[in-house]
Each structure stands twice: as structure tokens, then as C-alpha cells.
């Protein structure tokens, strides 16, 4: 038997590569400065680092550097955006107004929206189509006199699906709408453009992309109100208080780079082992079925439920084989939300497998996982 299990939760989080990893290292004990101390030349220098890392994620993206504000990660962007831009609207308004969103979104996008409910906002949370996406026609009809907000993921984190984001984004225009997407799984996975998606806000995330953890970016088109969410420095335009951690943005960006330079041929590498995967499965095992589009998602992604089995049982005697979930790390073992919102219920949820892979995975892993689950499954169904 093999020593440690083969990683299949790249989704989850990712190695940091080891070119993040050097260009980090001089900034944790060499070049140590306080970015906001521009009196020395240590201050000076972790200044520019941060200066020079906000300009290499802009140009990833083709957007302005005064546009990326650093955060710790998408969910502190994801808050940012939500609950800063919900409460500086109803400022100006004198009341709160309506937000719309998906109920497969990630928590850190439906939890600030439900503490906004609680602040008497209305926000809808419209169920996806079986396939997980977002019909137009839902949207469409949901929208009222007072919506101001929608809030829709780009690529889901846990089935994978990639909304239709630029059409989602007409529909918001036309009626005077902003748009806001948790795009975390998709920057560095696909082509992205906020201004051609026609995105008001996207909050992005490092520790997805094989750059370290603690460290991501609210994008903000220019003249969207943001209340802050704490007070007490004015870094980073006012928005996001303390200080920044230099190494952090100096490894979120190389990542970045390295992860637009490849992306194309990533891509290709990935879908051909995902789709050897699920003929693999689909081949050796009858009575399994695809989670979400297979046409519309990331090409890392292959989220499956396995009828005929316990989900506990499964998950047990995978666990020293495979590292995989059953849904987002957030989820804590509890059935995903997300496949309940496809129509599964909680039996199909729990015995469901969400396998991602990553730039470091091979088609031997990808054969020996094959053989790993089919024996599993049908030890289980005996």
C-alpha cells in the first residue's frame, strides 16, 4: 500500500510552487521594512515590493493597479465587497435595498449576505438549474424596483460549473445592477478579464492558485462607495486597515504570473486527466453520475456521486488512499450544500466525491485512483 494518500483536493488549497517560494524569501528577514514606513530604506523598499506585486496582478487581470486592494483572502474580499458596498448604498439611500445571489454560492459569499438579511436587506438566493447553472430566465424575473446587488460565483469550488458570467453581467447592467463574483477558483484556471465579464467587484484568492496562503485582492472598478469593514491605519486606500504582508504579496503575484503563463496548456494537461478519469470510473463502475455541466466547469474538476453506497463508509475507506471532500473544505464534513441544491438528497450528497487535480497530478495517479475507488466501491456494494 502505498505510504501517503494521492492528492486529488487541489481545490481545497495548493502547494506553493517553489519559484513563490524563493522570491518570497528575502522579504521575511533581509528586506523586512514596514511598507507603510516610507521614512527609511527598508520602508522603501518593501514599499515598492508591494507597488511592483500590485502591478503584476493588474496586468494579469487588465486592470488598473489602483484597482487591486489587498486583502488576507477572498472571504475578507468577499465581505468587503458585500456588506461594504450593501451598507454605503443604504447610506446613501436612506434604506436598505434588494441583493440577489445563488444558493451554491461559497459561504464566505452567503454568509454576509444572510448577516445582511438580518440588517433588513432583502436578498434573494435563487436555486441553480440541475446541471448548476444559473438560468437567465430565474434571474431575470428575480431582479425588483430596489435590487442594487448581484453576487455570482464564476467558477463553483465545489462541482466546478462556470456561470455564463458576461451574460448574467447584461442582464445586471441593463437594470442599473453592480455585479460582484468570488472568482477564487477560476483566477489562473481560466482566461479573466473583469471589465470584458462586465464584473463590478471580484474578490480573488493566492492559496488557490499555488501562492500562499493568508493573502488575496478585492478588485473594484473605478467609483463604487466601499465602506470599510475596520478602521485604524488607511492602508490600502482607506479600505482595508494594517499592514500588508509584503512577503505575501510579493508570492501572490509571482503566482500569478506563473499560473497566466501556463494556463493554456495547464488546461489542456488537466481536462485530458479529468476525462481520463470519469471514462476510467464510468468504465470499471455502473450506477455513478456526474455532478453538475461536464461542459461548462473547470477542466480540474470531476465531482461524482456513487448510488448504491454509504457515504461515511466510502469516505472511510478512501481516506488513506485518496485526499479528496465531499464538498468545500468550509463544510466541515457536513453534505454540501451545493449538491442538495442540484435535487440530491442527503444520502446521494454524503456518498458524492468532489476530485480535483492539479498541476502536479499524472496519469499513473489518475489510473492507480481509478482502481483505488472501483475496489472500494465494490467492496462497499457487497
Known sequence: MQSTPLNFDYQSTTPCLNEVVEVMRPYWDES?????????????????????ARDKISNCLNVQPKHVVFTSGATEANNLALL???????????????????????????????????????VTELGPNP????????????????????????????????QPLSLIAQLCRDRGVLLHSDAAQAFGCVPL????????LMSISAHKMYGPKGIGALIIKDHIPLQPLQWGGGQEFGLRPGTIPVPLAVGMAKAAELACQDQEIRNLYLKNLRDQFWCGLTNNLENISLNGSFNHRLPHNL?????????NRLHRELKSLI?????????????SHVLLALGLNLKEASASLRLSLGRFTTSKEVATAIEHISRVVNKLRE
Open 303 to 311: 465531482n461524482i456521486t456513487i448510488h448504491g453506497v454509504q457515504g
Open 131 to 162: 446541471d448548476g447553472l444559473l438560468s437567465l430566465e430565474r434571474l431575470n424575473d428575480a431582479f425588483q424596483h430596489n435590487t442594487f446587488l448581484a453576487s455570482i460565483m464564476l467558477a463553483n469550488n465545489e462541482i466546478g460549473v462556470i
Open 32 to 52: 523586512w521594512g514596514n511598507p507603510s514606513s516610507r521614512q527609511n530604506l527598508l520602508g522603501i523598499h518593501a514599499s515598492a515590493a508591494i507597488g511592483l
Open 193 to 200: 478579464n473583469p471589465h470584458t465579464l462586465g464584473l463590478d
Open 323 to 335: 485526499s479528496c471532500s465531499s464538498g468545500s473544505a468550509c463544510s466541515q464534513g457536513s453534505p
Open 84 to 122: 461594504g458596498y450593501a451598507r454605503a448604498k443604504a447610506y446613501e439611500k436612506g434604506e436598505p435595498g434588494h441583493i440577489i445571489t445563488l444558493s451554491t454560492e461559497h459561504h464566505a459569499v452567503l454568509d454576509p449576505l444572510r448577516q445582511l438579511r438580518r440588517e433588513g436587506f432583502q
